[in-house]
């Protein structure tokens, strides 16, 4: 297995120009490719999920034109004339989630299966294939009932109400939502439980609004989607910078410096830029700017607080938590146990490693910081193929030397993480 040893800084400093939003990427180029026109994307991201995106609409029979300069020209297909076959999606639930929805309301009969990496099959979507057969949808698992692969005949869905749980995962509900305009009249999706990671519904919404499809929501009870609406191209889109890697750097900047980021600000769509006030909350100097967020060092404080709204920006918590100065809570991420890994129990089993204690919960963990960090021993992290795990136990590396394993899985939202990082440290 490959790794790369990050040994001991002191500092860090500069700034990172963020790449493309992976959520943003991969919902802009399926709605590309849903709408009439073409459509130029600009700072699209160049990652294993995106890459698993733009196959499968090549697959499909979809024009994709991608260029050195992170842009991107999608010629759409709103008849949804696709070509039938097999599509590998790797472990890329922003692909394989709104692909299931789509494919399932082709309305032409096509002829469709859906694979993956082994992780993917661990990862539940029955929440999402039962909504979709309530609608009509043709769907049959090829493995564990309740999992990916899968094999879909495409046919037409019709409107209606229809219920689906919102405690799982956010995909679901952004996949149905964004498959709901191709149905045959209006669509009211409800929810069942408290919905989570509501700001990457919210990224749905918006992003579906500038494809001129509107969702009307009831606090996010309720969403209804009127029928006749149609995807239209917007001509052009800015794919905002990555606010879930923008924590890496505003950590970095807590905990040993100072760092910008730029390509999110004050006016992002991305909920996860809440993670500079959390980050401001343990006591970090935070700045921001329409294009850009600055951390600055100071004392950190321990938290306890609920993150279901941001859980994958929550993960840069864990370690800044071991340079707290008392314990703390992460609560309310239960999602994590669904993600590339069960991220609860990978967290756990790597502070251990370091020297660090914790309660690993059923939907919490709790750190509690060394007295010194002097205390903290070098280790070798083991990744899980979890780009955010890798991306997290870097920070160590500004207490003690610390090594990564596999830290290619980083590929998965941004291949440039590690010479960006070691930019920064001195």
Request: proline share 4%; glycine share 8%.
């Amino acid at each position: 297995m490959d790794s790369i040893c990050l040994s001991k800084k002191s500092g860090a400093f500069g700034t990172v120009n963020l790449p493309g939003s992976k959520s943003l990427s991969n919902r802009a180029l399926l709605l590309s490719a849903l709408s009439s026109g073409t459509t130029e994307l600009k700072n699209l991201l160049k990652s294993d999920d995106t890459d698993r995106m733009t196959e499968a609409l090549t697959a499909l029979g979809i024009s994709v034109e991608r260029s050195a300069d992170r842009s991107c020209r999608v010629t759409g297909d709103p008849s949804r004339t696709f070509t039938s076959g097999d599509l590998f999606l790797g472990n890329a639930g922003t692909a394989m989630r709104p692909l299931t929805a789509v494919l399932a309301a082709d309305g032409n009969e096509g002829h469709y299966v859906l694979t993956g990496e082994p992780r993917m099959y661990e990862r539940p979507i029955r929440p999402l294939t039962d909504a979709l057969t309530e609608m009509g949808a043709c769907i049959r698992f090829l493995g564990k009932e309740g999992f990916p692969p899968l094999e879909i005949s495409g046919r037409r869905l019709h409107g209606g109400k229809v219920t689906i749980d919102g405690t799982v995962s956010s995909q679901f509900i952004t996949a149905l939502l964004m498959a709901a305009p191709l149905a045959s009249g209006d669509v009211t999706v409800n929810i069942s439980g408290d919905l989570i990671s509501k700001p990457y519904v919210l990224i749905t919404l918006d992003l579906m609004r500038k494809f001129g499809v509107e969702v009307e929501h009831d606090d996010f009870r309720s969403f209804r989607v009127r029928g006749g609406q149609k995807y239209v191209s917007p001509g052009s889109y800015l794919v905002e910078g990555d606010a879930s890697s923008a924590s890496y750097f505003l950590a970095a900047g807590a905990i040993a410096g100072k760092v910008r980021v730029t390509g999110v600000g004050s006016g992002s769509i991305q909920g996860d830029i809440r993670f500079a006030d959390a980050l401001a909350r343990m006591g970090a100097r935070i700045t921001f700017g329409e294009d850009f967020i600055e951390a600055e060092k100071s004392v950190l404080h321990g938290i306890d607080e609920d993150f279901n709204l941001i859980p994958d920006a929550a993960m840069t918590i864990v370690p800044l938590a071991v340079f707290a100065d008392s314990p703390t809570v992460i609560r309310n991420i239960g999602s994590w146990r669904i993600k590339e890994t069960d991220r609860l129990k990978a967290m756990a089993t790597e502070l251990s490693k370091i020297g660090v204690k914790c309660d690993e919960g059923p939907d919490f963990i709790r750190i509690f910081p060394p007295a010194s960090l002097s205390e903290l021993r070098t280790a070798s992290i083991d990744t899980y193929n979890d780009h955010r795990m890798a991306m997290c136990f870097s920070l160590i590396r500004f207490a003690e030397d610390i090594t990564i394993n596999d830290p290619s899985c980083t590929k998965k939202t941004f291949p440039e993480f590690f010479s960006e990082f070691e930019r920064i440290c001195v």
